[in-house]
Nanobody
């Protein structure tokens, strides 16, 4: 079992940057693929990015490519989402999640955090 807690959300202006962190507790963090998802008001939850067991494998949704990066520190049991050039349409609750294999579908992820709100004003 893995417990996940996101932090770092907030209210920022369009064009600015923000970094989210996800702290994991429990066993075998390094064995999980870690994903980031988001859900905007009135919309379904959507895939943002995932990172494999090390930093060597990452995948991003097309709408964040070139703006977001994802990294992890297995020694600290943390995964990070660095967001740059933020747009108002990036406003959402951002969730981290853990899976045992690479996938972009939320159904593949076993454990979820409670989410952190990111609001980008124009």
């Amino acid at each position: 079992q893995v417990q996940l807690v996101e932090s770092g959300g907030g209210l920022i202006q369009a064009g600015e940057s923000l970094s989210l962190s996800c702290a994991a507790s429990g066993r075998n963090f390094s064995r999980y693929v870690m994903g980031w998802f988001r859900q905007a008001p009135g919309k379904e939850r959507e895939f943002v990015a995932f990172i494999g067991l090390t930093d060597s494998t990452t995948t991003f949704a097309h709408f964040v490519k070139g703006r977001f990066t994802v990294s992890r520190d297995n020694n600290k049991n943390r995964v990070y989402l660095q967001m740059t050039s933020l747009k108002p349409e990036d406003t959402a609750i951002y969730y981290c999640a853990a899976a045992t294999y690479y996938h972009t579908a939320s159904s593949a992820y076993l454990y979820w955090g409670q989410g952190t709100q990111v609001t980008v004003s124009s």
